[in-house]
């Protein structure tokens, strides 16, 4: 971690919840995240309980280049489907840190990979469109409330 990634610049944009299988995403001001099972009211916490993608965000410099990737104007956070979209911090650098967003605290456990999923909500090609591009997955270490504008700090 460089000292750069550890400053509390970073901050939450948009948060989106999943209430059911092929559901729209809900957009939402916060959320509460518990251990185990990730973030209440989400149709994947019930689904894989325990896992490691509890919780999926997503960089909101990276929606430019998956609009021009996709020959979009632009890309709204509910196609991606991620839970959290951020600013101000690459989220790859978090794959096997801890990190704390508003009262809660994640540990990234890898790349959130873009599945089929993806052709159907970006058009033909949205799954390649977003190769290393799709975000990060993470597990909830300690419970707490996350809400737009909470800042994302990686402890060192």
């Given at each position: 971690m460089t000292n750069n990634q550890l400053s509390s610049?970073?901050?939450?944009?948009?948060?989106?919840?999943?209430?059911?299988?092929?559901?729209?995403i809900e957009l939402c001001g916060e959320i509460t995240?518990?251990?185990?099972?990730?973030?209440?009211?989400?149709?994947?916490?019930?689904?894989?309980?325990?896992?490691?993608?509890?919780?999926?965000?997503?960089?909101?410099?990276?929606?430019?280049?998956?609009?021009?990737?996709?020959?979009?104007?632009?890309?709204?956070p509910e196609l991606v489907r991620r839970n959290i979209v951020v600013r101000g911090i690459?989220?790859?650098?978090?794959?096997?840190?801890?990190?704390?967003?508003?009262?809660a605290l994640l540990k990234g456990t890898g790349?959130?990979?873009?599945?089929?999923?993806?052709?159907?909500?970006?058009?033909?090609?949205?799954r390649l469109a977003m190769k290393g591009l799709g975000g990060l997955t993470a597990m909830v270490i300690e419970p707490g409330r996350i809400r737009v504008g909470d800042s994302v700090i990686a402890e060192a």
């Open positions: 610049s970073a901050r939450v944009e948009w948060i989106g919840i999943s209430p059911g299988n092929r559901q729209p995240v518990a251990v185990g099972t990730g973030i209440d009211g989400d149709y994947h916490s019930k689904k894989k309980p325990g896992g490691e993608r509890q919780v999926t965000l997503i960089q909101a410099e990276h929606f430019a280049v998956i609009a021009a990737n996709t020959g979009r104007d632009s890309v709204h690459e989220l790859a650098s978090l794959i096997g840190y801890c990190f704390h967003i508003g009262e790349p959130c990979t873009p599945c089929s999923r993806m052709d159907e909500n970006l058009g033909q090609g949205g």
